[in-house]
């Protein structure tokens, strides 16, 4: 069953722009056949109406039908247009041919919108324009508009929404096979005025329908009293006279017949032909016409529906047989505006809930939607505060899942920071011992020296102990042995501050900062701090690193002086080993710009290649093989991010080096103003 079902969704995907437009006609075909016993009720035609539309013209069924046809070939001709390009999907997938995509499915996204607004609006608008122009020139009633208005409307409202509602899943389906990452696209409609605008219409059509056919009852039931009213004084009025001189005669008798909250008129018509007068001028139509020489139950007559009636009594006028009626109209303008009163308090009520439902609603699922994207964008937010559950229903749901969500983000955060301090600590650890590695062969050199001078001090003493009670050693004596001691001291201090020098920026390294005083360091501590970490490693690779400072070097800089020269030593470090054999040139310039001080290091080595800088700072990648963790870029990457609110960014060509630009915010009470002028 399953593969049967995907099956069929395969196919209707495959032909799709065909699918779609079916989906259009099975909608229009099936309310038309729904809506086919419906009308004459609604529009409240007489009794035997399609079979005696036959007799007196164009049947409805004929004008049905030919309605339901132009209005397929119509839609199916506007659909064609619309659609034309709307199956090439799969095709425009296959030959990667994005910008058609991107058409199509902006496609998908307006044209259900277009469509139904096309169906209720546009629709409903030429209606009432072309109802106003037949009632301007045949002077029909109100109440005809009326009804041919909530026919139309009602119709053409019912199959907007179901085609929307049944054609949208197959536009969303070549929207799922069709996405790549796009972001929004198309016409924008929130979510309130989308349940508005679909419910809207089969709102007014339920509050149309039901007045309408509260009217049409009212009125038939109305008619029927009206018509034994009349019926009963046309008998008494007949009763002793049925032979008339003439037709003023006849009306003068007519004229006693009277029904309150009725519009009454008189007529005649000649039996022989056919042929009418009235005595109001009114002008009957076709049915009324058939009727007033064909009454049913033997003596009631119709109009084009209910609304016009009439009873009508076997007279003689000079000698020739007649029918001598009475005309009435249920209908009357205190009914009608009482009507439209109530249609429009209804309407105007259904609006304002339906508004005010639509709104809540969105409301709620916009508070979820702006939390979770908060959370997506890293944006300051109160993870511990939650969503109060206010509906037990799928909303109250959706809270329950986002609070969730939050509570395991939460925990995933709390996890993410735990792991990555333990990868910047160990990342940390990893290029200090590097550097000590690289520091201690320094070592050895002022050592051999301490170590030399300390075993040329103990000749020293030694000698000088051995001359103590020497007469032969004079003063002169002891004051060179004093004097080649001091020596050795002296050639001992450079080594020692040296020494002590290299320990204090390795223990600057080594210890986390926890002060909470924000700490400041100047640009001059930061770069004899790095040229002492990385003298031995350069040294090492017999590389050379030119210095430029282009900024005045007490400028101070907010933050751990420890954390950026890791990051700096780490940008050195892979630009030493950007070169394939040992010797190589370094840059490293600083340089202000606007209110940021940018440390730059420049390389001429191979460049970074392609596939690399796509991932660089967005994952832990390394081209150093085993020996390569990938934490160093991408930690320094987040620790400017963080901790120094600053940016990094590089430039690279394979085969010709590459740039890191590490840019972070300067100190500005701390510029030079004589920079500043």
């Given at each position: 069953m399953r593969n049967k079902r995907r099956m069929i969704k395969d196919f209707i995907l495959n032909h799709s722009k065909i699918s779609i437009i079916l989906i259009y006609n099975v909608v229009t075909i099936a309310v038309l056949y729904l809506f086919y016993p419906i009308i004459p009720v609604l529009l409240g035609y007489f009794p035997n109406f399609l079979d005696i539309s036959v007799k007196v013209g164009a049947s409805f069924n004929l004008q049905y039908l030919s309605i339901a046809i132009a209005t397929v070939v119509i839609s199916n001709t506007v659909l064609l247009i619309i659609f034309r390009d709307i199956g090439k999907w799969k095709e425009s997938i296959e030959k990667n041919d994005f910008e058609k995509i991107d058409k199509i499915r902006t496609k998908c996204i307006n044209i259900p919108h277009v469509i139904f607004i096309i169906q209720i609006l546009f629709v409903s608008l030429v209606v009432i324009i072309a109802g106003a122009l037949v009632m301007t020139f045949t002077k029909a009633p109100m109440i005809v508009f009326m009804k041919i208005f909530t026919v139309a409307f009602s119709l053409f409202a019912v199959v907007g929404v179901l085609s929307y509602i049944f054609s949208k899943r197959v536009f969303t389906e070549i929207l799922l096979r069709t996405y790549n990452g796009q972001g929004l696209q198309g016409i924008r409609i929130n979510l309130s005025k989308k349940i508005f605008l679909q419910i809207l219409p089969l709102l007014v059509v339920a509050i149309l329908f039901t007045s309408?056919?509260?009217?049409?009852?009212?009125?038939?039931?109305?008619?029927?009293?009206?018509?034994?009213?009349?019926?009963?004084?046309?008998?008494?009025?007949?009763?002793?006279?049925?032979?008339?001189?003439?037709?003023?005669?006849?009306?003068?008798?007519?004229?006693?017949?009277?029904?309150?909250?009725?519009?009454?008129?008189?007529?005649?018509?000649?039996?022989?032909?056919?042929?009418?007068?009235?005595?109001?001028?009114?002008?009957?139509?076709?049915?009324?016409?058939?009727?007033?020489?064909?009454p049913t139950q033997g003596d009631r007559i119709y109009g084009d529906a209910t609304d016009v009636q009439g009873v009508v009594?076997?007279?003689?006028?000079?000698?020739?047989?007649?029918?001598?009626?009475?005309?009435?109209?249920?209908?009357?303008?205190?009914?009608?505006?009482?009507?439209?009163?109530?249609?429009?308090?209804?309407?105007?009520?259904?609006?304002?809930?339906?508004?005010?439902?639509?709104?809540?609603?969105?409301?709620?699922?916009?508070?979820?939607?702006?939390?979770?994207?908060?959370?997506?964008?890293?944006?300051?937010?109160?993870?511990?505060?939650?969503?109060?559950?206010?509906?037990?229903?799928?909303?109250?749901?959706?809270?329950?899942?986002?609070?969730?969500?939050?509570?395991?983000?939460?925990?995933?955060?709390?996890?993410?920071?735990?792991?990555?301090?333990?990868?910047?600590?160990?990342?940390?650890?990893?290029?200090?011992?590097?550097?000590?590695?690289?520091?201690?062969?320094?070592?050895?050199?002022?050592?051999?020296?301490?170590?030399?001078?300390?075993?040329?001090?103990?000749?020293?003493?030694?000698?000088?102990?051995?001359?103590?009670?020497?007469?032969?050693?004079?003063?002169?004596?002891?004051?060179?042995?004093?004097?080649?001691?001091?020596?050795?001291?002296?050639?001992?201090?450079?080594?020692?501050?040296?020494?002590?020098?290299?320990?204090?920026?390795?223990?600057?390294?080594?210890?986390?900062?926890?002060?909470?005083?924000?700490?400041?360091?100047?640009?001059?501590?930061?770069?004899?701090?790095?040229?002492?970490?990385?003298?031995?490693?350069?040294?090492?690779?017999?590389?050379?690193?030119?210095?430029?400072?282009?900024?005045?070097?007490?400028?101070?800089?907010?933050?751990?002086?420890?954390?950026?020269?890791?990051?700096?030593?780490?940008?050195?470090?892979n630009a030493i080993q950007s070169y394939e054999e040992t010797g190589?040139?370094?840059?490293?310039?600083?340089?202000?710009?606007?209110?940021?001080?940018?440390?730059?290091?420049?390389?001429?080595?191979?460049?970074?290649?392609?596939?690399?800088?796509?991932?660089?700072?967005?994952?832990m990648i390394t081209t150093k093989g085993k020996q390569g963790t990938g934490l160093g870029l991408f930690i320094s990457y987040a620790n400017i991010k963080a901790r120094f609110k600053g940016n990094m960014f590089f430039e690279s060509e394979e085969g010709k080096g590459t740039t890191f630009i590490v840019s972070v915010p300067v100190n500005i009470d701390s510029i030079n103003v004589d920079e500043l002028t």
């Open positions: 309408m056919l509260g009217l049409s009852r009212l009125m038939e039931e109305k008619g029927n009293l009206v018509y034994e009213i009349c019926k009963i004084q046309m008998a008494t009025e007949f009763k002793d006279k049925t032979e008339f001189k003439n037709i003023e005669e006849l009306y003068s008798v007519l004229r006693n017949i009277k029904v309150s909250d009725a519009k009454i008129g008189f007529f005649t018509v000649l039996k022989k032909d056919g042929s009418m007068t009235t005595s109001d001028g009114f002008k009957p139509g076709a049915y009324f016409k058939y009727f007033a020489k064909n009594r076997d007279v003689k006028v000079d000698g020739q047989p007649y029918f001598a009626g009475v005309r009435f109209e249920n209908t009357s303008d205190r009914t009608i505006a009482f009507f439209l009163v109530a249609l429009a308090s209804m309407l105007a009520l259904g609006v304002i809930v339906l508004y005010f439902f639509s709104k809540t609603l969105s409301n709620e699922i916009s508070l979820i939607a702006e939390s979770l994207d908060e959370i997506a964008e890293g944006e300051s937010v109160d993870l511990d505060k939650k969503l109060v559950v206010t509906s037990n229903d799928e909303i109250g749901d959706l809270i329950i899942a986002f609070n969730k969500i939050q509570k395991r983000e939460k925990d995933h955060m709390l996890e993410v920071e735990e792991n990555q301090s333990i990868l910047v600590e160990q990342e940390r650890l990893a290029s200090l011992g590097q550097l000590v590695g690289g520091i201690a062969h320094n070592l050895r050199t002022p050592i051999m020296s301490i170590a030399g001078a300390i075993e040329g001090l103990k000749d020293l003493v030694k000698e000088y102990v051995s001359s103590i009670g020497d007469k032969s050693v004079s003063d002169t004596d002891h004051r060179e042995i004093a004097k080649d001691m001091v020596e050795w001291l002296d050639k001992m201090g450079p080594y020692c501050s040296y020494m002590s020098e290299i320990i204090t920026v390795v223990k600057d390294q080594t210890v986390q900062h926890t002060s909470l005083v924000d700490p400041d360091f100047t640009v001059d501590e930061l770069i004899s701090k790095v040229d002492i970490l990385m003298n031995s490693e350069l040294k090492r690779n017999c590389c050379t690193m030119k210095i430029n400072c282009k900024v005045d070097r007490n400028t101070k800089i907010k933050g751990d002086v420890s954390g950026l020269i890791q990051i700096l030593n780490n940008l050195i470090t190589c040139e370094i840059d490293f310039i600083i340089q202000k710009k606007e209110n940021r001080i940018e440390f730059i290091i420049k390389d001429y080595g191979s460049g970074i290649a392609k596939e690399v800088k796509d991932k660089l700072f967005k994952e």
